[in-house]
């Protein structure tokens, strides 16, 4: 069965398709060149995770399968959250956020930098919508740290392991990720429904 990814996220692409390879022929919108980004105008994560598959399913008629995911420091009042892409701005780089949001933080003590990373996974084909989520808790570290993953990878510590995010191998991250526990539960929910 063939599922389209509605992202043009490098590093998104590669997590899913090694996540969902094994089951599915997993296809980037690469093979889609009018495809242009998604605009993400919901107020949550689920609604751009929708909006998103919907969008790409209407365009190839395949089905779609998205994520939206957000950084949420609990000193910070939840944000970035929905806005994690975006944060230092529309155009903002991997980096660019990074600096913003530690800029936002340095005067927050140690045992107040709690954060959680949560991945909100969408589908859409012919019949059916299917949603579900997965997060994982950890903390804003002082400094970056790590040359792997991308987006927050680099600042979000994982106090269980020991190490950033960006410390980890891709196939340690997925087994402990957000992005990871979302799609293990859609995979036994797509399974289920069948």
């Known amino acids: 069965m063939q599922i389209v990814l509605a992202t043009h996220n490098?590093?998104?692409?590669?997590?899913?398709?090694?996540?969902?390879?094994?089951?599915?022929?997993?296809?980037?919108?690469?093979?889609?060149?009018?495809?242009k980004e998604i605009p993400e105008t919901g107020k949550t994560l689920k609604e751009n995770a929708f909006i998103k598959a919907r969008t790409v399913f209407e365009m190839t008629g395949l089905p779609s399968?998205?994520?939206d995911t957000g950084l949420e420091v609990k000193?910070?009042?939840?944000?970035?959250?929905?806005?994690?892409?975006?944060?230092?701005?529309?155009?903002?780089?991997?980096?660019?956020?990074?600096q913003k949001l530690l800029k936002n933080m340095?005067?927050?003590?140690?045992?107040?930098?709690?954060?959680?990373?949560?991945?909100?996974?969408?589908?859409?084909?012919?019949?059916?919508?299917?949603?579900?989520?997965?997060?994982?808790?950890?903390?804003?570290?002082?400094?970056?740290?790590?040359s792997f993953g991308f987006g927050y990878d680099s600042v979000f510590y994982y106090p269980p392991l020991e190490k950033t995010f960006a410390e980890l191998s891709e196939e340690e991250k997925n087994s402990i990720s957000h992005r990871g526990r979302a799609l293990r539960k859609f995979l036994l929910l797509f399974n289920d429904k069948k």
Not at 75 to 98: H, I, K, M, T, W
Request: with cysteine; hydrophobic share 30%.
């Open 65 to 67: 399968l998205a994520d």
């Open 106 to 146: 340095m005067r927050v003590p140690k045992e107040d930098r709690e954060a959680k990373f949560r991945t909100v996974i969408a589908y859409k084909d012919d019949n059916r919508e299917l949603s579900c989520d997965g997060s994982v808790k950890g903390e804003i570290a002082q400094s970056p740290k790590g």
């Open 10 to 35: 490098k590093g998104k692409m590669s997590e899913i398709n090694n996540l969902l390879s094994s089951s599915y022929e997993v296809m980037t919108l690469d093979r889609f060149p009018k495809i």
């Open 75 to 98: 000193s910070l009042g939840g944000d970035p959250g929905v806005f994690s892409a975006r944060y230092a701005g529309e155009q903002a780089s991997y980096q660019d956020n990074c």
